[in-house]
């Protein structure tokens, strides 16, 4: 817990306290294990019967008990080192921490043990110093590989093969195996006359030992590096995807916009001659004329606000509700919608874009009738209120309510609709805003709320 609170709970400092915890444990067993000798019990006995009995298969498994007890204590000490090691790099952001400090730390770790006259002080020997860089060189060979576990299983693989070398009588005059223990059993197998058998067995040990550990490198890399090229397809395929997308909304809106230009044209062409209309002298082809002329216009009105989003004006709620229950009505759904509106609401004002803001309202309807699917009474209802300076549409339900999506771009039921990241994003543009509360008995309640008209806040 200590650890905790040093590094903090949260993303890689979590990692690295929990890496830098582990760490410590790995150092505390080794130098525990130091202080126990009960480990290298099966070692005197087989090496007693060997000698006894003047047999070399009991130097052999003398020799592989050693190499078993070695071989965990040097990797209790190297893995809790490294694991400490690289957790302070992730901590400090700095891979040189995870280079520099483990060679340090475990040569001190030799001396200091000697210095305090442990009932069992390891050799620091040329072994020891190939095993550091050896290991060493293994940290940057796997530096691509994420998963901890993997690094200590290859570690464990190169200390245990490197161990052999220490009981091989031939090495003895170079620097390797000058422990109490390893000396005894390459003696005694001199005095047997059996150091060809163990300069042959553990050689062979050392070789085939360092292919696995070999091997188990080669594996743990290729397979880091095959699933980071997995990931980086994945992630190409999904940002392909994204733009193709992209792509087929662009077109879709060009071909909208491209529709919409077109439209002017022959609209132009009416609002010419509905003008000629309206100063006939017939007063019913006047009538007509003039009825023509305010319908084009209102048209000519609606095509600027679906050619330029940003294009707005002011319109009553009245105006709003209708155009927007207009869409809602022709929908299999539409019929159960019911509309309340407030009196005083329905001539305020609001400056807005009318066919934007009404996709927003029609979007949240079809949010809550899909949250009503099912039902045997479904209760999907708009009202409009009107406060001093604002006005509240309210969207209510009786369904199971649905999950709200900060950045997604569906509605969350499946559906291909403009979803709530639309919703936020036209309101955003209104200075309105959105707010989703239960309901009770059940359901949702969602409240648009948009500022009235500037003309009606003076």
């Not at 294990?33 to 007693?48: A, D, E």
């Not at 210095?115 to 040329?126: A, D, T, Y």
């Not at 209760?379 to 406060?387: E, F, G, Q, T």
Request: aromatic share 10%.
């Amino acid at each position: 817990m200590a650890l905790v609170g040093v590094f903090g709970v949260n993303g890689p400092e979590w990692k690295a306290a929990v890496r830098c915890f582990f760490a410590f444990m790995m150092v505390a067993l080794w130098l525990v294990s130091q202080s126990i000798q009960l480990t290298f019990i099966p070692v005197y006995s087989n090496l007693y019967l060997a000698v006894t009995i003047n047999e070399g298969s009991f130097i052999l498994i003398s020799a592989m008990w050693l190499v078993l007890n070695n071989a965990v204590r040097v990797n209790l000490l190297y893995g809790g080192w490294f694991v400490f090691s690289d957790g302070l790099a992730d901590v400090f952001d700095s891979k040189r921490v995870a280079w520099i400090l483990p060679p340090i730390a475990i040569t001190l770790s030799y001396f200091g043990i000697s210095l305090l006259h442990f009932p069992s002080v390891p050799h620091f020997g040329v072994p020891a110093l190939f095993a550091i860089i050896s290991v060493w060189l293994l940290q940057y060979i796997t530096r691509d590989v994420k998963r901890a576990g993997y690094k200590i299983a290859v570690q464990v693989a190169v200390v245990f093969s490197i161990q052999w070398l220490d009981l091989i009588p031939v090495l003895t005059p170079y620097g390797f195996g000058w422990g109490e223990l390893s000396v005894a059993v390459k003696e005694a197998s001199l005095l047997m006359e059996k150091d060809h058998l163990l300069n042959m067995v553990c050689g062979l040990a050392f070789v085939f030992s360092s292919l696995a550990s070999l091997l188990l490198t080669k594996l743990f890399v290729s397979y880091e590096k095959q699933l980071r090229q997995l990931c980086l397809l994945r992630r190409r395929e999904r940002e392909l995807t994204r733009i193709r997308t992209d792509q087929a909304r662009m077109r879709l809106y060009q071909e909208m916009q491209y529709l919409v230009h077109d439209l002017k044209r022959p609209l132009t062409t009416v609002l010419g001659l509905a003008d000629l209309l309206s100063i006939s002298s017939d007063q019913a082809t006047a009538s007509h004329g003039r009825a023509i002329m305010s319908a084009a216009e209102k048209l000519e009105q609606m095509i600027g606000e679906i050619k330029n989003p940003d294009c707005v004006r002011e319109a009553s709620v009245e105006e709003i509700v209708n155009y927007t229950m207009a869409q809602v009505r022709v929908l299999p759904w539409g019929n159960i919608v019911s509309v309340v509106i407030a009196d005083e609401s329905m001539k305020k004002s609001i400056t807005l874009n009318v066919i934007r803001f009404s996709r927003v309202l029609v979007n949240l309807l079809d949010n809550a009738r899909h949250a009503t699917d099912g039902l045997g009474s479904p209760l999907v209802s708009l009202k409009v209120r009107a406060a001093w300076n604002e006005i509240f549409f309210i969207i209510e339900d009786n369904g199971v309510g649905f999950t709200e999506t900060e950045t997604g771009e569906n509605s969350g039921w499946g559906s291909t609709g403009l979803g709530i990241a639309f919703v936020r994003k036209a309101l955003e543009g209104f200075n309105g805003a959105l707010k989703y509360e239960e309901r009770t008995g059940g359901g949702v309640v969602c409240t648009v709320s948009v500022p009235t008209a500037r003309t009606e806040g003076r």
